[in-house]
């Protein structure tokens, strides 16, 4: 199983950014995707979570009203589209896959992980 993160990059406050997760080796329609995110010398943290069909939506308070998870199961790529960027959004963002269809927020559900991509946000 392989998940490829992408779209991580230097924006200035306010702005946007877009990363997409191109997963391989699973039944993608499976698993519900995840995004985790980890700052330097802080504890991974949830993100946004979305189910198999796309029906079900969950996200972490700081993040509600800026950040959106799709995903395209033709594709088999998860997307997390952030506006509204702060300088506390700075970190490196993982995409991880879950075969059990609760606990979403739980990064022991997960697990497939995929590499980080830095997102970093100036003020």
């Known amino acids: 199983v392989q998940l490829q993160a992408s779209g991580g990059g230097l924006v200035q406050a306010g702005g946007s950014l877009r990363l997409s997760c191109a997963a391989s080796?699973?039944?993608?329609?499976?698993?519900?995707m995840g995004w985790f995110r980890q700052a330097p010398g802080k504890e991974r943290e949830f993100v946004a979570a979305?189910?198999?069909?796309?029906?079900?939506?969950e996200y972490a308070d700081s993040v509600k009203g800026r950040f959106t998870i799709s995903r395209d199961n033709a594709k088999n790529t998860v997307y997390l589209q952030m506006t509204s960027l702060r300088p506390e959004d700075t970190a490196s963002y993982y995409c991880?896959?879950?075969?059990?269809?609760?606990?979403?927020?739980?990064?022991?559900?997960?697990?497939?992980w995929g590499q980080g991509t830095q997102v970093t946000v100036s003020s």
């Open positions: 080796g699973l039944i993608f329609n499976m698993y519900v």
């Open positions: 979305l189910s198999q069909s796309g029906s079900r939506r």
């Open positions: 991880a896959a879950s075969s059990v269809p609760y606990y979403y927020h739980d990064a022991r559900s997960y697990g497939y």
